[in-house]
């Protein structure tokens, strides 16, 4: 008998005749294919993930600091961080938080942003005027730019602006580098800005309306 013949009666065998774990498994379960148990309720979950409401908002860190407080048994260890949200729609806000955990502190400084939001306004994707802004040691200066110059800042003005949804904007830091001081005054430089900004109004004097209003009436 050939080595070909062999094989193919072997497998017929195979197919034909049942393991002993496939014996079992069907005067268990009967014919019927094996539900997997493990995954019970994944659809569920999934479908509640999708289904919860996604936060508007974007959050970004700032800045992540270890600080101390002296107490009567010692130091207490604490983390302060900052955080900047924004819809990138002309919302943002900056919020500062406490905790003995990294998660606490920026969970409390989102809370305290999201009451502190500030609406900006935006014209052409950009700011409507020039705005300089000083708060404490930190100054800053907005001009607005036209399409396509992007963004030029750095630090966390950068941030502030395109969390506020500005594309194209021209910033200068001056003064102090502390990160939390820049974002304030960011900020504030933001608030200040307006859709249409008053104009100076000269002031004109009698004598001035006088003359105007001389040629006409002797033109009469």
Known sequence: MSDEKKVSE??????????????????????????????????????????????????RILD?????????????????????IGDRKGKVGIGLGKGADVTIAVNKAVNKAKKNLITVAIVNDTIPHEVSQKTGAAKIILKPAGTGKGIIAGGVARMILELAGIKNVTSKQLGTNNKIN?????????????????????????????????????SK
């Open 182 to 218: 820049n974002a304030r005054c960011a900020i504030e430089a933001l608030k200040s800005l307006r859709n249409n900004p008053t104009k100076k109004t000269k002031k004109v004097s009698v004598a001035e309306v006088k003359k105007d209003l001389e040629p006409a009436t002797s």
């Open 64 to 84: 992540l600091a270890r600080v101390t407080r002296v107490m009567a048994g010692g130091k207490r260890m604490n983390f302060r961080a900052c955080v900047v």
């Open 10 to 59: 072997q497998e017929v065998k195979e197919k034909s005749i049942p393991t002993a774990a496939q014996a079992v498994a069907s005067s268990v379960y009967g014919d019927k294919p094996k539900r997997d148990f493990r995954s019970r309720g994944r659809g569920r979950s999934d479908r509640r993930q999708k289904d919860a409401p996604r936060d508007e908002f974007e959050q």
